[in-house]
């Protein structure tokens, strides 16, 4: 793929454990680092959400870009998991992983935060229960985001998201990749994922107060059904903020761009490398090399 191809919001991506991936509407690519110290290389074509008439619809299209990316960065999680250990034939581990993390994230920031509201308040309802729960659900947030520091392995894995957002502003900004560029780029990036998570609970607040007051069960559903008109409200928000041409979802974004702070480290040049690798192996011109990557290198599966 030529490096001037790609528009200025067309890259994005994630980090995995020990790696790094990276997408574009059309395809995406991961590399993770071995135990041995070499890096290993696969990745696929995207689902092509982005050229369906779905994509065209500005408050859909955001919710269509969670979907790919919950797909994509599934099977990049596979991909990782079966670098650096023991082959998972089925993938049943990362599948149930996967099913385990979506049920903790229901209770923690759908269920938890609606019961706990309504058991503190007595069960009053209308806008003072519903901006208490907005309240409790940004704080438990928070606060999940902070106990993962206590983890070894969670630190290298926000030591690896440093570097994807690293090396992608570096290749925006000067459509190299080489250390020396990415070095010098800020590991907090406008267009993450976490700034989103933010914006969506802070729209939050604002919306769910506005819905009639209902029974437990019935304000769960209607939080659940609501998340995705806002996830779209909060991506065409971001799309704005990171072009420049709004101040207003520019200021929205800043407190996700201070909570990457939280989210990501300062990466050194082993997880900038592999940073790096995923973002070449996408973009990179046949028969060139970026400056400065000397790991060895395997292809070790292109889905």
Same mark, same amino acid.
């Given at each position: 793929m030529e490096g001037g191809a790609l528009a200025p919001q067309s890259l994005g991506g994630q980090a995995v454990v020990e790696g790094v991936m990276v997408r574009t509407p059309e395809a995406w690519r991961v590399a993770v680092r071995r135990p041995g110290g070499e890096i290993a290389i696969g990745g696929g074509r995207s689902l092509g959400l982005s050229r369906t008439a779905l994509y065209r619809l500005p408050l859909a299209r955001g919710f269509a870009v969670v979907v790919e990316t919950l797909v994509i960065g599934g099977r990049a999680l596979k991909f990782s998991a079966s670098q650096l250990g023991p082959i998972d034939p089925g993938g049943r581990g990362?599948?149930? *992983? $996967?099913?385990l993390a979506a049920l903790l994230t229901l209770f923690l920031f759908v269920l938890l935060p609606a019961a706990g509201a309504r058991l503190v308040l007595g069960g009053v309802g209308g806008v003072r229960e519903a901006l208490a729960e907005g309240v409790l659900r940004v704080a438990l947030f928070l606060g999940y985001l902070s106990s993962l520091w206590l983890s070894p392995e969670m630190r290298r894995v926000f030591?690896?998201?440093?570097?994807?957002?690293?090396a992608i502003a570096a290749w925006e900004r000067t459509r190299r990749v080489g250390l020396e560029d990415a070095r010098a780029e800020? %590991?907090?990036?406008? !267009?993450?994922?976490?700034?989103?998570? $933010?914006m969506v609970l802070v729209? *939050?607040?604002?919306?769910?107060? #506005?819905l009639p007051a209902g029974g437990l069960w019935s304000r769960l559903i209607t939080r659940l059904?609501?998340?995705p008109l806002l996830a779209g409200v909060a991506y @065409?928000?971001? %799309?704005?903020?990171?072009?420049?041409?709004?101040? #207003? /979802?520019?200021l929205l974004g800043l407190p996700g761009i201070w909570l990457q702070r939280l989210t990501t480290r300062e990466p050194g040049d082993e997880e900038l490398e592999v940073a790096l !690798?995923?973002?070449?192996?996408?973009?990179? %011109? @046949?028969?060139? @090399? /970026?400056?400065?990557?000397?790991?060895?290198?395997?292809?070790a599966v292109v889905n």
């Open positions: 990362v599948a149930l *992983a $996967f099913v030591a690896y998201h440093g570097a994807e957002h690293k800020s %590991r907090l990036h406008w !267009r993450c994922g976490t700034s989103l998570v $933010f729209l *939050a607040l604002f919306f769910f107060p #506005l059904l609501g998340l @065409e928000a971001m %799309r704005l903020g990171a072009g420049g041409s709004s101040r #207003l /979802p520019t !690798r995923a973002l070449w192996a996408l973009v990179g %011109r @046949e028969g060139e @090399e /970026p400056e400065g990557l000397s790991s060895p290198v395997v292809w």
